[in-house]
């Protein structure tokens, strides 16, 4: 069973930093596609950022400068560096993870997703 646990979140004041982590355990044999989103409360979950399988990142255009997604396949865990942050970041941040599974009778690609971790900005 596969499993993502997020971490980093905490209360902030505004132009601080923050680094979330997203720690996938479980029969993983590779992360394809993986993100992180956001829901703010009484709003949608929105994607924040976006990293494929060949390396190609995307950002929502709110956080664009100030994010940066990364990952290490090794340790099976995906980042969030979240520079210069402002009140309007507050939400509950969740990991994604496109994930291929190998198994004798043949293999599975499925979406996975943490439970969040909250991230507040204060003014």
């Known amino acids: 069973q596969v499993q993502l646990v997020e971490s980093g979140g905490e209360l902030v004041q505004a132009g601080g930093s923050l680094r979330l982590s997203c720690a996938a355990s479980g029969k993983i044999d590779r992360m394809n596609a993986m993100g992180w989103y956001r829901q703010a409360p009484g709003k949608q979950r929105e994607l924040v950022a976006g990293l494929n399988s060949r390396g190609r990142t995307n950002y929502a255009d709110s956080v664009k400068g100030r994010f940066t997604i990364s990952r290490d396949n090794a340790k099976k865990m995906v980042y969030l560096q979240m520079n210069s942050l402002k009140p309007e970041d507050t939400g509950v941040y969740y990991c994604?993870?496109?994930?291929?599974?190998?198994?004798?009778?043949?293999?599975?690609?499925?979406?996975?997703w943490g439970q969040g971790t909250q991230v507040t900005v204060s003014s």
């Open positions: 994604n993870v496109e994930a291929y599974s190998d198994y004798d009778v043949g293999y599975v690609v499925r979406d996975y």
